[in-house]
């Protein structure tokens, strides 16, 4: 059975990421005859040869510089299985939009030039990827034609990265040599490195394992909206609670507790959505599992609304209003210690104060070291305090109940990325 | 894009995941908004939004307005569609007329007589009118370059402007729809489906469309490579031939800049086949709109566009 990939690519400027993104796309057949003709025309009135790039780079301004600024998304399929494929910056300075990128990812692409190896931007993506969790990196060693396919550059490279990724808790990790300009290794095995005997990046593609299975984890269920429809029919007395699985598996007569109240009740029913042109309906089904968007149905009558938690009862996280976590910084303004914020986790929006800044990653060392304040694209440790009760998790357990956003209360700027620190302690 | 290969068809688990997350969306919008509202034109993108947007609140009716912006160009099945869905879902629906502002002049007919650019000020004016901050637009990422740029929860500051290269980062699925008083916000459940995708989905659901995105007879004339109908916005010029064809709408906009594709698929499991093994993207094939220029797409967003 075909299943979704998601995939998403980093690297330094002029790595060649968007070149690796138009040969793939290309060399699957997923460019159409009118979009191949647009790249062409445009390539031909700047006097050069057929530019990959241009099939991703969307902006006028990204074209004009031949730089990314903001993520890409494309769609493509082989016969295996369909990809969505985030094509992400590589300044420093769009940083955040990488990790915007990344968040959603299955499996994102590091891109080095085999001629630079590691830079200190190939560490900050691989703190990006091993931070929020990506289940596997590829490390795309790019424009492998131009060291004459040199064996030992390609090896060593590897060996950096290898090294840098176990400091960051990146287990699954494949290094390939390739050139997106010629091809070699994207799709189609290359003659020319002979000595290298891994996967095309899209044999990798194909292959991957997908998204982490959320559905042996215990039961959360945030409640989005409550539904009341208050008609005159079969559905005057519906209540509903809507949300999307978050982990577990949620079935008919399940024990829960519903937080942040703490109360026990029990799941009297399950039901999806069936709409034709003219009747707008439910069918009570069994159990949903984590990624289903569902009504769940309460026994007793108790004060849930959104913010609500419903969790399995013999695995609640109960509740928490202080959070140690490892934020990413992704806004101009720098962060200080005592900063008043809102946090955003699940469908609960609440006032916090950044209560203390523990440190901040060493992109050198790799190390955690003292910091009084966050900049842009810092990656640090912090503790909040919140003014409303939040069910959480850590984030190595659970991607949905153990990540948040912070947010500027005066104009709405998406302020950092946070995921809940293990209670044992450290995330990095 | 669409995909190319008519042996990778999309299957039940990736449609659910991407109605699971496209409900999701919808509540999430519900929840946070005060007063959003649907743009529905009667196309199937627009279509399919409302189809999930049903989903969503299901037993309970839709809780969003729709809005629709008549260029006074539209083809009269998808006006009788749009009529006859309002009629029997009991919807509230708001009609901004590019007509009314040609006719009292604060908008002027282009030289090339087509409206689609003329939508940006009575959409924006409608917003304002309404005070609606949430608006949703079935537009998909797969469909244009700078749609590819879109987050699903997208800003627009008190004029309407989208600014490109200054967007918030969007993590997971915790989509930030904060804003200040007169800014509002652009919200695409469906960024995430192609083309391909939309169509599985209606032949899947059975949802039904406006007669012309199936193959019907119909008088048409070549230009720049598009089949365009003979009628009161478009007429052959010198040296162009009607013929009758066989054809469907593969988008359907301003009839006097959507072209028709040739076509014998009469039902939604032959148009899969047909747009699986499409060598053209949708809007490559149908939109003279977008022809204009290297960024045509993204100067319109930027004014506040769909």
């Known amino acids: 059975m075909s299943t979704l990939l998601r995939l998403a690519t980093a690297g330094s400027v002029d790595d060649g990421k968007s070149t690796l993104v138009g040969r793939l796309l290309h060399d699957c057949k997923a460019i159409l005859a009118d979009q191949i003709a647009h790249v062409k025309t445009v390539s031909e009135a700047r006097g050069g040869d057929f530019d990959f790039a241009l099939l991703t780079d969307g902006l006028r301004a990204e074209r004009e510089q031949g730089i990314t600024i903001d993520v890409a998304y494309r769609y493509f399929a082989t016969d295996k299985r369909s990809f969505i494929l985030a094509d992400c910056p590589g300044h420093v300075q769009y940083t955040r939009n990488t990790v915007t990128g990344a968040s959603t990812a299955d499996v994102v692409i590091i891109l080095v030039d085999a001629r630079h190896g590691v830079l200190e931007q190939t560490r900050r993506h691989l703190a990006v990827a091993g931070l929020l969790r990506v289940p596997h990196v590829v490390l795309a060693v790019n424009k492998i034609d131009l060291v004459g396919y040199d064996e030992a550059g390609f090896t060593k490279i590897a060996k950096d990265v290898n090294e840098v990724a176990d400091q960051l808790g990146i287990a699954d990790i494949q290094a390939i040599p390739v050139s997106a300009l010629v091809g070699d290794n994207v799709v189609d095995k290359s003659a020319e490195t002979a000595w290298y005997d891994g996967p095309t990046l899209l044999e990798y593609l194909e292959n991957a394992t997908g998204r982490i299975d959320n559905s042996q984890q215990p039961l959360r269920f945030p409640v989005q909206y409550v539904i009341r429809p208050q008609t005159d029919d079969q559905y005057r007395d519906y209540r509903g609670y809507t949300g999307t699985v978050a982990s577990g598996t949620v079935s008919v007569g399940d024990q829960v507790i519903v937080l942040p109240a703490g109360r026990r009740t029990s799941v009297a029913g399950i039901d999806r959505a069936v709409v034709t042109a003219t009747s707008t309906a439910v069918v009570e089904r069994p159990s949903a599992v984590a990624g289903e968007a569902v009504t769940v149905r309460l026994t007793d009558d108790l004060d849930v609304a959104r913010g609500s938690v419903i969790v399995a009862a013999e695995a609640s996280p109960g509740t928490r209003r202080e959070l140690a976590a490892t934020v990413s910084w992704l806004s101009d303004r720098p962060l200080t210690v005592g900063a008043r914020v809102l946090i955003k986790h699940t469908t609960t929006t609440a006032q916090a104060i950044v209560t203390k800044i523990t440190g901040a990653l060493d992109l050198d060392t790799l190390g955690v070291i003292d910091a009084t304040e966050l900049a842009l694209n810092d990656i640090g440790k912090v503790q909040l305090k919140i003014a409303a009760p939040l069910a959480a998790d850590p984030y190595s357990s659970n991607t949905i109940t153990g990540s948040f956003l912070l947010i500027d209360a005066h104009d709405g700027w998406t302020l950092a990325a946070g995921m809940i620190d293990d209670e044992e302690g450290e995330l990095l | ?306």
């Open chain 2, 1 to 306: 894009m669409t995909t190319t290969t008519a042996s990778s068809p999309t299957t039940v688990t990736e449609l659910d995941a991407l109605e699971s997350e496209s409900i999701f969306v919808f509540r999430e919008v519900a929840a946070e908004f005060e007063r959003p509202v649907i743009l529905f034109s009667g196309g199937k993108d627009s279509i399919v939004m409302l189809h999930l947007a049903r989903k969503a609140f299901s037993p309970a009716g839709v809780p969003f307005t729709l809005l629709h912006v008549d260029t006074g160009h539209n083809f009269p099945e998808v006006l009788a569609y749009r009529d006859a869905v309002v009629e029997q879902l009991g919807l509230r629906l708001e009609v901004a007329r590019v007509e009314e502002y040609i006719a009292d002049g604060r908008l002027r007919e282009r030289t090339d007589g087509t409206r689609n650019q003329l939508q940006t000020i009575p959409l924006l004016d409608a917003i304002n009118g309404h005070r609606f901050d949430a608006v949703f637009g079935g537009g998909r990422r797969d469909e244009e370059r700078a749609r590819a740029k879109e987050r699903i929860f997208s800003l627009r500051d008190e004029f309407g402007q989208w600014d490109p290269r200054n967007q918030r980062p969007e993590l997971w699925s915790l989509y930030n729809g904060k804003h200040r008083p007169g800014e509002h916000v652009r919200v695409f459940p469906l960024s995430n489906w192609t083309e391909l995708d939309i169509w599985h989905y209606i032949e899947r659901e059975q949802i039904p469309l406006p007669s012309i995105y199936y193959a019907h007879e119909r008088d048409v004339f070549e230009r720049d490579g598009m089949l365009l109908a003979v009628g009161p916005y478009s007429q052959p010029r010198a040296g162009e031939t009607v013929a009758e064809r066989t054809v469907r709408y593969r988008t359907v906009g301003d009839m006097s800049c959507t072209g028709a594709v040739a076509s014998n698929a009469t039902t939604a499991a032959e148009v899969v086949v047909e747009v699986a093994a499409s060598e053209i993207t949708e809007r490559g094939a149908t939109r003279a709109d977008d022809r204009a220029s290297e960024a045509a797409m993204e100067d319109r967003k930027r004014e506040g566009y769909f």
